[in-house]
């Protein structure tokens, strides 16, 4: 069974430009969340997304915003590049919204913003 | 709130000896929680979890313990390997939240022959 795969895996990109990311999750998942993480402030959740709906957004600006497919794939943007964005984008899938769910990570999409 | 507070790193242990990485937590109600581990240049890996109170998960030698008392997640091995080397992840999913997760900060093994 293929796990969750993420496109690109590695990008540079200009400041002021913006990047969208890609996330197909594992096969009958339907729950797809996003994670940042940078050296500084480890893990931080942006946002959750189940059934084609955000359900939870992390504390984020607004430059930041995702959306999800019939197919339960996902996709990401970050619109007006900031170099405090260079992270590392991971994403995660989960069969449901159950309480105690596991959550399967892909290995993520690297951003550099120069 | 719901925030996790790991023990700092890095940790540099021989082969063979014993691996404890402290985790606690603060939550609302009654959280599952989770311990996960990172290789380089890799995302998460699931390592094991814990959804009540008492409950141990284990998996490949490590366990932790769910201390509702303590509000703890302590994992442990009794004889870590060279392939052990990672950065261990502790974590919770609150409850009827979905699945957002909290991480504490990770904390780098390194285990030497």
């Known amino acids: 069974k293929a796990g969750v795969t993420q496109t690109p895996r590695y990008l540079i990109k200009t400041r002021g430009q913006q990047v969208t990311l890609s996330c197909s999750p594992i096969?009958?998942?339907?729950?797809v969340s996003w994670y940042q993480q940078t050296p500084g402030q480890g893990l931080q959740f942006l946002f959750e997304?189940?059934?084609?709906?955000?359900?939870n957004k992390g504390n984020f600006p607004g430059r930041f915003s995702g959306r999800q497919f019939s197919n339960s794939r996902s996709e990401m943007n970050v619109s007006t590049l900031e170099l405090g964005d260079s992270a590392l984008y991971l994403c995660a899938s989960s069969l449901d919204v159950s309480s105690g769910n596991t959550i399967y990570f892909g290995e993520g999409s690297w951003l550099t913003v120069v | 709130g719901n925030s996790v507070t790991q023990m700092e790193g890095p940790v540099t242990l021989s082969e063979e000896a014993f691996l404890t990485i402290n985790c606690t937590y603060t939550?609302?109600?009654?959280?599952?929680l989770f311990w996960y581990v990172q290789y380089p240049g890799e995302g998460l890996q699931l390592l094991l979890k814990?959804?009540?109170?008492?409950d141990k998960g284990s998996n490949k030698g490590f366990e932790a313990t769910y201390r509702k008392e303590t509000t703890s997640f302590h994992l442990e091995k009794g004889s870590v390997q060279v392939s052990d080397s990672a950065v261990y992840f502790c974590?919770?999913?609150?409850?009827?939240?979905?699945?957002?997760?909290?991480f504490g900060t990770g904390t780098s093994l390194t285990v030497i022959p």
């Open positions: 974590a919770l999913s609150p409850r009827n939240t979905g699945n957002q997760f909290y």
């Open positions: 939550a609302t109600g009654y959280p599952s």
């Open positions: 997304y189940f059934s084609e709906t955000q359900r």
């Open positions: 096969s009958g998942h339907r729950s």
């Open positions: 814990a959804t009540k109170a008492d």
